[in-house]
């Protein structure tokens, strides 16, 4: 039966503030959230290259803001944790989150486990479950991107022991998402190149979901089809507003759509790349786009063929060789050889690639001899 012809359910409470000069709203997004004092939990590098601290400070004179600028990327627990103290020192009454996914990330976790008490480790464990919702968060991303500003989870991750931790609710979705593309304009084109190819991940995974609803639909395939034409042209002019704001518009949409559906395939595969392999995320989960597009066409066709066509191909392999194409024009890996992961490699991504709550959304059943398949179809 057509999906769209029976009931389906889309939730998404997040207030969305978006346009080039928006930060400029600030103010008034706080003046909508209860209390005075706010932490902004941010890296510094991005404070630093921005000069963005004091334009912060005076938008927001009338507030009591603390600074945490300790995130780093792939955040660790034990820096969420300090960051937590800060905030709870500070008497954090609501949180401002300003940076790529993971200072945001960062934001989302302090903003829960403030209001839930205790440490973040326990939470994250699932020792203890999320009772109380979050404080009152305002999330600027700074790429294009995460997705993070209007999901209601966020990733940790314990580097030394190589393990990934995922905290969600759904009070934990913040409170206002304020998209200003002119802070994405720095972003130099590399990371421009693995935030959008991330972004892209998030909206074709969305697709080729088992949680995928009509409305999640629309949002990913106009979140691939922007993001496939602008995202070269942002890599090439990386000053041109025009483009970045189209990019932020288009990773936005793409944060909807899997806001409702969580990742599949590509995100599951991609977190031994990361931990093993040191492989940044927006690359390691957009190299195995094109070979997964292939493999769920088995389970259905004709959705792969859609996806396609929002790539701007005719047919799945079309879809996939231009998947490819402009992994290479932005400048990103399109073999597993070339993120140095050989055979051991691979044998390692098949054994630790399969997370349940990301594969086991993937539209065709991803066993260990799918995994190796979509992995050797990259492998050089
Ligand atoms: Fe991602």
């Not at 300003?98 to 403030?114: C, E, H, N, R």
């Not at 399109?334 to 349940?356: F, H, K, N, Q, S």
Request: charged residues 20%; hydrophobic residues 40%; contains cysteine.
């Amino acid at each position: 039966m057509n999906p769209e012809l029976s009931i389906t359910r889309f939730w998404n409470p997040v207030r969305i503030t978006f346009g080039p000069g928006s930060l400029a709203s600030l103010p008034d997004l706080f003046r909508e959230l209860p209390g005075r004092r706010v932490t902004l939990i941010t890296g510094q590098a991005i404070m630093r290259e921005l000069g963005i601290l004091d334009r912060i400070r005076t938008l927001l004179y009338d507030r009591d803001l603390a600074v945490y600028e300790g995130v780093e990327s792939n955040p660790q627990i034990i820096q969420a944790q300090e960051a937590v103290d800060f905030a709870r020192k500070n008497g954090a009454e609501a949180i401002l989150g300003f940076g790529g996914g993971s200072a945001l990330d960062t934001a989302k976790v302090v903003a829960a486990t403030v209001t839930n008490g205790g440490e973040v480790l326990p939470l994250l464990t699932k020792e203890r479950s999320l009772t109380a919702p979050s404080l009152p968060t305002v999330m600027a991303p700074t790429t294009a991107g995460t997705g993070s500003e209007v999901t209601r989870w966020a990733t940790l991750w314990e580097l030394e022991v190589k393990k990934k931790h995922s905290l969600e609710g759904p009070g934990m979705y913040p409170t206002h998402a304020l998209l200003d593309p002119e802070l994405t304009r720095t972003l130099p084109p590399y990371f421009a190149a693995t935030t959008g190819m991330d972004a892209l991940s998030h909206a074709m995974e969305a697709y080729w979901n088992r949680n995928a609803n009509p409305v999640s639909d629309a949002h990913a395939l106009e979140a691939v089809r922007r993001i496939s034409e602008v995202l070269p042209l942002v890599v090439r002019e990386p000053d041109n507003l025009e483009y970045r704001t189209r990019m932020l518009l288009a990773a936005l949409l793409a944060g909807l759509a899997f806001s409702n559906t969580k990742t599949a395939a590509a995100h599951s595969l991609s977190y031994p790349m990361t931990l093993h392999y040191g492989v940044v995320h927006g690359q390691a989960s957009s190299i195995t786009l094109p070979a997964l597009l292939e493999f769920n066409a088995e389970a259905d066709r004709a959705r792969m063929i859609q996806l396609a066509k929002a790539l701007g191909g005719a047919s799945v392999e079309s879809g996939a060789r231009r998947l490819q194409v402009l992994l290479q024009r932005v400048g990103l890996k399109t073999t597993l050889a070339e993120l140095g992961i050989d055979e051991a490699g691979i044998a390692l991504c098949v054994r630790e690639g399969y997370t349940p709550d990301r594969a086991g959304h993937n539209l065709r059943d991803l066993d260990a001899a799918g995994m190796r398949e979509v992995l050797e179809r990259i492998r050089k």
